[in-house]
């Protein structure tokens, strides 16, 4: 039997109300109170000097990771269960990279990626943690079942279009007979990609994409972009090309005519997840998003992780390597390592290397905003769901950190809202977003969040702003397959890397498989048995 989040928690009792003081009563010019945050630009941009103290002291481990973001983590576990020595440099004050998340008197809620879908079969590493997080509860034959919990509870998503809320993301009136037909083309298209195998025997598209087919016409889509392969197909619906423009900017950053069209099928023909008990195709989330994840990880891991530390060089030493790092008092301090992996992006590798910026890797800025509010929005149409989204907007919308609570009576609640910076250059556009001041970000928060919503005029309690000028990488044409994501990923014992910028794909189970093949690799290069988790 499948079963629902809804079935599980109907009857359920409600909460208490949440405390707390109340909303502004705002005019047009008016913000509300809030900070302004986001990883440490000022901190990562002392590597571009490359004016550090010499290390005063030393220290010794057997792998020094650098790095603490879902990768690190990945690598960090993988060495922990084979019961190998060492220790994670991480430049900010908490790990979990981009899967970090914040806290108020409401709710957590998350600071960048919020859900992880049911995980693909071939994804057997990030299966087999779920199953070590008592997420996976067990298993019916080779499919896992789901603590339905943790499962998105209905509905999961809303469109607003045409002044009225919808189920589902695509739209489903006001389409013309172009709009249909290309939009039905569109995903029998998708479909076929899903099921196809290619004559290497692999998927055509894969999670992890490494076991992804390599057959040539699948390769060369790598060449075009997105919006060149759609016009090919004699698809220009607006609708289908709005609808692969959201798409392009949720899980990339990046507008269609700057992705690869092997990226943007990606985004729909590689997911096939299964499970026992619940939809193959629903997401796991929770209030503080994937940092409920990385936070578990983190804490059994949190003997071997030193936060606020600034990693500012990696170079070979003999048969090893030596990690020197900068600590908050601003003393240096040299980590000696038998092996080192570098979970890092691939512009601060580089750096650590002192080889200068990579050519062919960029990487998308975005803006997170979470809004705390007196009620939850409503609006004509479909109800509230956990994901909410504007036709019309810039934004990609808000989700519901409290979606999954179990209380029945309506209260204060946080949105965290989305928007990728991606209609701009990359540089300009994190040079805006560094140099604003709070308040203007708040401006276009509260003025889109009131044109979707303007059933929450005067219930905006505040504005949290928080900055990511490296969100993502950009999978822009040629990057999957023209050699230079290809070259960085490859070792170079005893140096390993690993970061989901090496599979171009910003999300957890790429940063995870890449964390543990690096761990992988590093432990059969020191002679230590371990066994394989990606298997």
């Known amino acids: 039997m499948t079963l629902s989040r809804r079935t599980l928690i109907a009857g359920g009792a409600s909460a208490a109300a949440v405390a707390g003081a109340g ?98 079969p071939e994804a057997k590493g990030v299966l087999r943690l779920l199953e070590r997080l008592g997420i996976v509860t ?74 992804s087919s390599r057959d040539a016409d699948l390769v060369a889509l790598d060449r075009l972009s997105f919006t060149d392969w759609l016009h090919a197909q004699g698809w220009r619906s607006p609708v289908l090309h709005a609808h692969v423009r959201y798409g392009c900017r949720d899980d990339y950053g990046t507008e269609p005519r700057h992705t690869s069209a092997w990226a943007g099928i990606h985004y729909y023909a590689a997911r096939r997840g299964a499970a026992a008990n619940v939809d193959g195709e629903a997401v796991l989330t929770w209030p503080e998003g994937n940092a409920h994840l ?41 980590t000696q390592a038998d092996a080192a992996i570098l979970a890092t992006p691939h512009f601060i590798t580089t750096r650590l290397l002192g080889q200068g910026a990579p050519q062919g890797f960029g990487y998308a800025p975005w803006l997170v905003a979470n809004i705390t509010v007196d009620r939850p929005p409503a609006g004509p149409g479909a109800q509230l769901a956990w994901d909410n989204v504007s036709w019309t907007s810039a934004s990609l919308g808000y989700v519901v950190a409290t979606h999954q609570g179990l209380s029945a009576t309506p209260g204060p609640t946080v949105l965290t809202w989305y928007m990728p910076l991606s209609d701009q250059d990359p540089a300009a556009a994190r040079r805006e977003l560094l140099s604003r001041p709070v308040e203007h970000w708040q401006r276009i928060v509260r003025d889109d969040l009131l044109q979707t919503n303007p059933d929450l005029a005067g219930a905006i309690r505040s504005i949290d702003i928080w900055r990511w000028a490296h969100a993502m990488i950009r999978p822009t044409p040629g990057y999957f397959f023209g050699g230079a994501r290809e070259d960085a990923a490859r070792p170079q014992p005893p140096l390993f890397f690993a970061h989901s910028d090496l599979s171009g794909l910003s999300i957890f189970e790429e940063a995870h498989y890449r964390g543990t093949h690096a761990a992988e690799d590093a432990m059969a290069m020191l002679g230590v048995p371990h066994r394989s988790t990606l298997v």
């Open 294 to 334: 990385t936070g578990r990880m983190a804490q059994r891991l949190r003997a071997h992780i030193i936060p606020d530390r600034l990693a500012f060089r990696v170079a070979r030493d003999g048969a090893g390597v030596v990690v020197d790092s900068l600590r908050s008092d601003g003393t240096a301090v040299r």
């Open 23 to 120: 909303a502004f009563a705002l005019g047009r010019d008016d913000l509300p109170p809030g900070t302004l945050g986001g990883a440490d630009a000022a901190r990562g941009h002392k590597l571009r000097t490359g004016k550090f103290p010499q290390p005063t002291s030393t220290e010794r481990t057997r792998v020094a990771i650098v790095g603490g973001g879902v990768a690190g983590l990945s690598a960090a576990w993988a060495l922990a269960d084979a019961g190998v020595d060492f220790r994670l440099l991480e430049l900010e004050y908490r790990t979990g990279g981009n899967a970090r998340s914040g806290r108020n008197g409401v709710s957590a809620f998350p600071l960048g990626a919020h859900y992880l879908p049911v995980p693909n």
């Open 138 to 211: 067990g298993w019916d034959g080779d499919k896992p079942a789901f603590d339905p919990y943790q499962v998105v509870a209905d509905p999961e998503e809303r469109l607003l279009h045409l002044g009225r809320w919808q189920e589902g993301l695509v739209p489903g009136i006001g389409l013309t007979d172009q709009d249909h037909r290309d939009l039905t083309a569109f995903f029998a298209a998708m479909t076929a990609y899903r099921a196809r195998i290619g004559e290497d025997g692999r998927p055509a598209f894969s999670i992890p994409m490494a076991g």
